[in-house]
């Protein structure tokens, strides 16, 4: 079973950029499609951001689209997302996500298959 810690949470300025990691233990970690989701206060969990196995193919919800960017690195089993020109909407818990059940790319990258999940990294966006 896989571990997730995330990591790189904070208070950034509108306008600003933040980077995020997930390091994930106890698994062949390049087996997994991993995801990033985000849940704001009072509000329903988002999905941010997905990325396939090898990391050759990706997809992300319509409100990060162009702003933000997901990754992995599988000799180091991480997944980061660079968030750039950040919005105080932006402002959630974010959590890493993976999937060993996915073969097929766009069901991979789709988010909806995620069964392990991390505790999560605060962000949040204010001046």
């Known amino acids: 079973q896989v571990q997730l810690v995330e990591s790189g949470g904070g208070l950034v300025q509108p306008g600003g950029s933040l980077r995020l990691s997930c390091e994930a233990s106890?698994?062949?970690?390049?087996?997994?499609?991993m995801g990033w989701f985000r849940q704001a206060p009072g509000a329903e969990r988002e999905f941010v951001a997905g990325?396939?196995?090898?990391?050759?193919?990706?997809r992300y919800g319509a409100s990060v689209m162009g702003r933000f960017t997901i990754s992995r690195d599988n000799a180091k089993n991480t997944v980061s997302l660079q968030m750039n020109n950040m919005k105080p909407e932006d402002t959630a818990v974010y959590y890493c996500?993976?999937?060993?059940?996915?073969?097929?790319?766009?069901?991979?990258?789709?988010?909806?298959?995620?069964?392990?999940w991390g505790k999560g990294t605060l962000v949040t966006v204010s001046s």
């Open positions: 996500a993976a999937d060993s059940t996915s073969r097929e790319q766009n069901r991979c990258v789709s988010g909806e298959h995620m069964h392990q």
């Open positions: 106890g698994v062949i970690f390049s087996n997994y499609c």
């Open positions: 990325i396939t196995w090898s990391g050759g193919g990706s």
